[in-house]
């Protein structure tokens, strides 16, 4: 995604602000998957384009509640809420003061002002990556679905706490045993945000392949693993070098902000992984595999 379609993006949800829309109808307006729009807006703007919709909304209604005669209760539907009471609780939490209150002169409001994209002169930095190709990719993992929500909130541990928790409960070291030793790297594999879908899933797994151990794989599968499959795609591979997951985050911003605009590669609608190596090099984290294709 451009610079020149993030603000085109904008343009459409201002343009339809007070319609029924969903981030599924911004980004079908610039030509974009549900799941590249949600997360590339997401990192270059700092909200999702639904936060976005939600602030000027509430923005628009305490101007026209202020400077109009508009009932609360006409307010609450012509800004895209299902009651006067979910408007008013959504309202105070935004503004500190109640619907009614703005009617009144001197009440607190907060203002939301439309964004406006400027180019600035970023980067500067140099980013490590290649491009690999893999065939279809079978794994065997433990998969646990998240709230997509937590996909840009970087104050979320939710994935870092079921690392901790696999690795407490002893799932993860006899999942490990199953390859052959030099070769196991552990995966940490992320589906996309599906269309009308409230969560995606994670799972941290294992190749499965010729070098695993089949005939003790099929118990794993009775008790609880999953086998994950990957259809065949071009990679965009980046080293997150770094002591925790922050570097990780790095990444995936400097991916959005600068590596995508500048190589015209957009990610695919395809499971994205990190790589965990068995053994490692010096201050590297784990590599990042991002599927891609020329946008």
Wanted: hydrophobic fraction near 35%.
């Amino acid at each position: 995604m451009s610079i020149q379609h993030i603000q085109q993006a904008i343009c459409y949800m201002e343009q339809h602000i007070c319609e029924p829309i969903q981030y599924a109808d911004v980004a079908e307006s610039v030509h974009m998957s549900n799941y590249n729009f949600h997360r590339t807006f997401s990192f270059i703007v700092g909200m999702t384009a639904m936060e976005y919709i939600r602030k000027r909304r509430l923005t628009l209604a305490a101007q026209e509640l202020q400077d109009t005669d508009i009932s609360v209760l006409d307010a609450a539907y012509k800004y895209g809420y299902e009651s006067p009471e979910s408007f008013s609780k959504a309202f105070s939490r935004f503004h500190g003061s109640t619907p009614k209150q703005a009617k009144r002169k001197g009440a607190k409001l907060r203002l939301f002002n439309p964004l406006v994209i400027k180019i600035t002169l970023e980067g500067g930095n140099i980013m490590d990556y290649r491009m690999e190709h893999r065939e279809r990719q079978q794994f065997i993992a433990l998969v646990r679905s998240f709230p997509n929500e937590i996909i840009n909130d970087d104050s979320d541990h939710s994935i870092p706490d079921f690392w901790a928790e696999c690795a407490e409960k002893d799932l993860i070291e006899p999942m490990k045993n199953l390859r052959a030793e030099g070769k196991r790297d552990l995966y940490g594999l992320c589906s996309p945000v599906r269309d009308n879908k409230t969560h995606f899933c994670y799972g941290i797994g294992i190749l499965l392949d010729g070098d695993t151990d089949a005939s003790q794989a099929e118990q794993f599968i009775r008790s609880g693993y999953t086998i994950w499959q990957t259809d065949p795609a071009d990679y965009a591979v980046f080293p997150c070098i770094g002591h925790d997951g922050d570097c990780l985050g790095e990444v995936w911003s400097k991916f959005f902000k600068e590596f995508s605009p500048q190589t015209g590669y957009a990610q695919t609608d395809g499971t994205d992984y990190e790589i965990y190596f068995e053994h490692s090099k010096k201050d590297l984290f784990c590599e990042l595999w991002v599927p891609v294709k020329k946008d």
